[in-house]
């Protein structure tokens, strides 16, 4: 999660730019949503 936040070593910036735009929004909309569904599971129990 660092490399997302941009404390790592690697910005965000830098990886869009390596893997390209439209794969890293979907790679990070899949990340927002693994994370709600994750939530709203804890949160159902």
Do not use: H, N, V, W
Request: hydrophobic content about 40%; cysteine-free; proline content about 4%.
């Amino acid at each position: 999660m660092q490399a997302l936040k941009g404390e790592g070593p690697t910005r965000p910036s830098f990886d869009a730019a390596i893997i390209g735009d439209e794969k890293f929004e979907k790679l990070l909309s899949k990340i927002r949503t693994e994370r709600r569904e994750a939530l709203d599971l804890l949160a159902s129990r």
